[in-house]
């Protein structure tokens, strides 16, 4: 044969490749079937847009993390979200969401769904389960929760939500990206689907992007899979192979992240600047009860509400943080801050907070030092306040 030929055949994977402890990155958009029968034959995976080998193993070990059947990869957790909605609702259908949603998921709802026909509308992230379900009506086919709530960290009593939908035949969604999968098992509190960003916690280190999606439903899996397949989305074996680095040792940084975070967490609560802290898991806290029952842990995004001053104050406070990153992400090994009150007035049911709100992302650094970070931080918020 001519060079071209054979350069195009050579080095042709052996026949066995030998074990090692991470499974092998699978790259192939071209899947080569045995015969030509095959190629007609839709038991067989006949393409990669899906993924291989090595999306295959994380989708496995996320359904394993979550207590599911299947789980199912997205570009972002965004797209998880959007894709998991868009999978199970249809024009006509209504969404009740809480109102503390991840603010890209409230938009959305609010532009893609409406414009399909799908209506949204919003609830107190603290609302009862009875009251909850009494704003159902003869259309609502998705409940969208997401708990502890973005910025505000309410609690929803998400096993009682989640029983009563299903005696009214309604789906239930949750983000659980704050627990990642680990600190809180939706599925098993008798939630359809359990969404979330792996970006955060799973990849661990603000540098991947993706979503998950995991239901204990085999008709719901059906959905999600059909859904993936119709919308064409599709993640590099590079990015699920990240994940799955992440996911082995997500228990052990989400202790720490646990602990760190309440250590500062404990510290802010006793400074005279601060009123008063929003994390589920500091006893005192609004949501306390819910998360000592349901939650095995805490990751380390929280809040803490200043007492009054202007919005220069706030700023000198974050612009003095040497160790925090002012950034809008969170769950890598780094700590994080932002202020979040010009966010909150787009709500539908803005939270009236004594004062400024501000979200720390405690990070894996040495608590000591964060803390001394912070001293230096309201000392400047002092200043102008
Ligand atoms: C609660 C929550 N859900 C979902 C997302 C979206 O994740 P991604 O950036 O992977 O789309 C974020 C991102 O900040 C988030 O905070």
């Known amino acids: 044969m001519d060079e071209e030929t054979r350069l195009i055949r050579a080095g042709k994977p052996p026949g066995r490749a030998l074990r090692t402890v991470a499974p ?35 989708r496995d070990a996320l359904a394993e993390l979550e207590g599911g059947k299947s789980a199912q990869l997205y570009p972002s957790g965004i797209a998880a979200l959007s894709g998991a909605m868009l999978a199970v609702l249809k024009a006509g259908d209504e969404v009740l969401a809480a109102d503390c949603v991840y603010r890209p998921t409230r938009r959305f709802c609010d532009t893609v769904l409406k414009r399909f026909g799908v209506n949204t509308r919003y609830y107190p992230g603290d609302l009862a389960p009875a009251e909850l379900l009494a704003m159902a009506g003869p259309a609502t086919r998705l409940i969208v929760m997401e708990s502890p709530g973005s910025l505000t960290f309410e609690m929803q009593d998400v096993a009682a939500i989640a029983a009563r939908a299903r005696e009214k035949g309604i789906l ?24 979330q960003s792996l970006t955060k916690y799973v990849g ?9 999606a995991v239901t204990a439903n085999d008709a719901i899996g059906r959905q999600l899979t059909a859904g993936i397949h119709e919308m064409g989305w599709s993640v590099s074996p590079d990015d699920a192979y990240q994940m799955l ?65 202007p919005p220069k104050a706030v700023e000198a406070l974050l612009d003095t943080l ?20 010009p966010q909150l007035g787009r709500r539908q049911f803005p939270p009236n907070l004594e004062g400024p709100l501000v979200r720390l992302h405690v990070g894996l650094e040495s608590p000591a030092d964060l803390i001394a970070d912070l001293r230096c931080g309201l000392d400047a918020f002092n200043a102008l306040a």
């Open 24 to 58: 092998p990155i699978q790259r192939g958009s071209t899947v080569l079937l045995p015969t030509a029968a095959d190629l007609y034959d839709e038991r067989q995976q006949t393409y990669g847009r899906q993924g291989l080998a090595t999306q295959d193993a994380l």
């Open 172 to 195: 239930t969604l949750i983000d659980n990206t704050w627990a990642a999968g680990l600190l809180f098992k939706p599925l098993v509190h008798g939630v359809d689907l359990s969404v």
């Open 204 to 212: 661990g280190h603000s540098d991947v992007f993706m979503g998950a």
């Open 245 to 309: 680095r992440g996911l082995r040792t997500l228990p052990t940084r989400m202790e720490r992240h646990g602990r760190n975070g309440l250590e500062v967490a404990h510290w802010l609560k006793a400074q005279p600047e601060v009123v008063r802290l929003l994390h589920p898991a500091l006893p005192g806290s609004v949501g306390h009860d819910l998360w000592a029952r349901d939650y095995s842990g805490a990751c380390g995004l929280f809040g803490f509400i200043l007492r009054p001053g």
């Open 322 to 341: 040497t160790l925090f990153g002012l950034g809008f992400s969170w769950g890598g090994f780094e700590s994080l801050a932002i202020h979040c009150d």
